[in-house]
């Protein structure tokens, strides 16, 4: 897995850079994503996961995007 931390490049979130390392295996996951804006990039841009210090930002931004999520881990 590749792990990012902070504010990543937006190369780094690309959609296109994370289906390259989806395909090989390698999954991304996003650390420090503590703001709904952020949250969205790191969906659309399709990261495995992502890491907050949000609870509560992160649960009801979930709860608004839930359909795009194929699985869930607390």
């Not at 780094?12 to 952020?38: A, Q, S, T």
Request: hydrophobic share 45%; no cysteine; aromatic share 8%.
């Amino acid at each position: 897995s590749v792990v990012f931390a902070g504010d990543p490049p937006p190369l780094m979130l690309h959609k296109r850079m994370l289906e390259h390392l989806r395909k090989r295996g390698i999954g991304v996951w996003v650390m420090g994503v503590n703001d709904e804006r952020k949250a969205q990039v790191v969906l659309e841009a399709g990261a495995t996961g992502l890491v907050s210090d949000n609870v509560p930002m992160l649960s009801k931004w979930y709860e608004q995007n839930a359909q795009n999520f194929k699985t869930v881990y607390a």
